[in-house]
DNA sequence: TCCTTATGTACAA
DNA sequence: TGTACCTAAGGAC
């Protein structure tokens, strides 16, 4: 379920089990064999996430390198590890837990340049404190794009995804195929504050909630629903759904090979 | 057992 | 804009 939420607490759960110890690090699919040998047995020194990228720092003063993808998933659990089925890329373990990488985009070994590069071509990320919401403002300001297509796009804003780029845009009613040039200063400041709260609070609890609770079914009297991806949401994979502050229906589209949802009611051109 | 789908990105044309 | 890549779950048969 990777946003950057997602990510920023998998840099704390790595961090919170590994830390500052030197745990074994294998490969049992063989894709990342080589650079494992080279890590297993020296210290974690540090996690660190920027959007949708995850970090592991060790000793040696090389970066374990990892991006989910679409796919990729990860697992904690206590030693002993079991038998690894044969798709965990990475594997860490030591005297009281494991965890397992499975199906990511990206698992590499880099240096601290190569990292820095990575940091370099990444937007400001709502979620780390070094963020300044003014640059991504100047690049959505000066674009003809569409915003529900600036959200996604990592250099603009690192972190957001499917799911808060539908949601966010939904709780301030702009309509996703707005132009950035067309977003003022004041709606940008509510988005960027908005996004930093919601995340923050993904990362608390580990799935993404973004309906205000005078607006959940309970509190406006329809039957509860059930959302498979694991959270409350207004919009998100709702198609053909009543809208629940207008009741009219939600709508999806494609947007650059992406499922766009919004109410075409509450958010007006 | 097969097919579809998914919270993502990179690269070719 | 299209396609390739990585995995697993759920639904249709």
Not at 139 to 159: E, H
Not at 181 to 205: C, F, H, K, Y
Request: with cysteine.
């Amino acid at each position: 379920m990777p946003e950057g939420h997602t990510i920023h607490r998998l840099a704390q759960d790595y961090a919170a089990a590994f830390l500052r110890t030197a745990p074994q690090v294998t490969s049992p699919q063989g894709k990342f064999t080589d650079s494992a040998a080279l890590l297993t047995g020296t210290e974690l020194t540090a996690t660190e996430a920027h959007g949708k990228h995850l970090f592991l720092g060790f000793r040696a003063g090389e970066w374990i390198h990892i991006h989910l993808g679409l796919f990729g998933k990860v697992t904690f659990g206590p030693a002993p590890a079991p038998r690894p089925t044969d798709t965990v890329r990475l594997r860490l373990a030591n005297s009281t837990s494991y965890v397992d990488l499975r199906g990511p985009t990206t698992c590499a070994l880099i240096t601290d340049s190569e990292k820095g590069a990575i940091h370099g071509r990444l937007g400001p990320d709502p979620l780390r404190e070094d963020a300044d919401p003014k640059a991504a403002y100047r690049r959505v300001s000066r674009s003809r794009t569409t915003i529900a297509a600036l959200l996604m796009d990592q250099k603009v804003v690192a972190g957001v995804g499917n799911v808060y780029r539908a949601e966010v845009l939904f709780r301030h009613r702009i309509d996703p195929y707005r132009t950035g040039n067309s977003v003022t200063p004041a709606e940008w400041d509510a988005i960027w504050q908005d996004l930093a709260d919601l995340m923050r609070e993904g990362v608390r609890n580990n799935r993404i909630d973004t309906v205000r609770p005078e607006h959940t079914p309970e509190a406006m009297g329809r039957p509860p629903r059930v959302d498979d991806h694991g959270g409350e949401v207004y919009v998100y994979r709702r198609a053909n759904l009543p809208c629940l502050i207008c009741g009219g229906e939600i709508r999806t589209a494609d947007l650059a090979a992406r499922n766009l949802f919004w109410c075409p009611t509450c958010q007006k051109p």
